[in-house]
């Protein structure tokens, strides 16, 4: 959890720098998922080649299966200098496909605590902030203690002028947490709010939707597009499809509106992603660019080796002079 806290504390200066420009959450959270995939673009083009690299050796992988199947270990072998030869990792997109579930848990944390990990604000203080909130006369405390400082900003305007408030934060930063408190409004909704604290048949059932939707929507396409590369989807391959966006849905249901509104920024800017990557580095264009490199480097190879000169007149004379015949002695 300290991980996740430094993580988000580190991912909230970019939020709250996005934040200062455009003094609104919800675009702050698109330019942040824009940096974010931008920073994370080398992987996600090493991903891709990965898993071009990896459809491109199925067939010769299928022979070597024939070839040794029935000694494993030289197969092993015989594999491994296939995919050394070939330049192929084929463990090569694992990392990239674990660093977006590390961002999606920093933004977490820094939507979650904001005062700490997007403000950056003294932690005794807004812990000390956060026990005189649940002093309040008719204040009823949040049921999930995570969302403590939520809470806070969500009262402060109206407590910002009590003799606590003002001895635990200056002029500055009370100005910071009410200008954030503002800022979370967004077309009518508050990313504050958490949907499930509203119930299913509230407005706020929409952030989970279009979360499930995005998703849904983004595996599908991409599944499509890459079809060459992934392969034929088997069994629990299909179900995983709904599985894991049903799972985002149930996750954006009981958290704040913030991170769920990321994570449907996030998937659609996936797709347009995966959507280029698929064009430029599919296996039928990373194949053509293996084979012009053979080509390339068979022909420097050949301009390396000496050119033996025969002279043309030489040539013909042995050529068009009639063989001697021997002397019979």
Not at 46 to 66: P, V, W
Not at 138 to 155: D, F, H, R, W
Not at 225 to 241: A, R
Request: aromatic share 14%; net charge positive; hydrophobic share 45%.
């Amino acid at each position: 959890m300290q991980i996740f806290g430094f993580l988000g504390s580190l991912l909230g200066y970019v939020l709250w720098a996005a934040f200062y420009v455009f003094q609104n959450f919800g675009l702050a959270i698109v330019v942040f998922t824009l940096v974010i995939k931008l920073v994370l673009f080398p992987f996600s083009v090493k991903q891709q080649k990965s898993m071009a690299g990896n459809a491109r050796m199925q067939k010769k992988q299928k022979e070597l299966q024939e070839k040794y199947g029935n000694n494993r270990q030289l197969y092993q072998e015989e594999l491994n200098k296939l995919y050394e030869k070939e330049g192929v990792k084929p463990m090569g997109g694992c990392v990239t496909m674990v660093i977006p579930m590390l961002v999606l848990f920093g933004v977490f944390y820094a939507v979650a605590y904001p005062l700490t990990n997007t403000l950056h604000l003294n932690a005794n203080n807004v812990n000390q902030a956060v026990s005189y909130m649940s002093t309040i006369p008719g204040y009823v405390t949040s049921a999930n203690p995570t969302y403590q400082q939520i809470a806070l900003i969500k009262i402060f305007p109206n407590i910002v002028n009590t003799e606590t408030i003002q001895g635990l934060f200056s002029s500055a930063e009370a100005q910071q947490i009410h200008d954030l408190a503002k800022g979370f409004d967004y077309f009518g909704f508050s990313l504050l709010n958490v949907p499930s604290d509203f119930g299913f048949w509230s407005w706020y059932l929409i952030f989970p939707v279009l979360c499930f939707l995005s998703n849904v929507g983004s595996q599908f396409i991409m599944t499509k597009v890459n079809s060459s590369t992934m392969g034929q989807q088997q069994g629990c391959m299909k179900w995983m499809l709904y599985l894991l966006p049903l799972f985002s849905a149930y996750i954006a249901f009981s958290v704040p509106c913030a991170l769920s509104y990321y994570w449907i920024i996030s998937a659609l800017l996936s797709l347009v992603q995966s959507v280029i990557l698929a064009k430029v580095f599919g296996p039928v264009q990373m194949t053509a660019n293996s084979e012009a490199r053979h080509a390339a480097l068979l022909f420097e190879n050949e301009a390396k080796v000496p050119y033996a000169y025969v002279p043309r007149e030489t040539s013909q004379q042995n050529t068009s002079a009639p063989a001697k015949k021997k002397k019979k002695k």
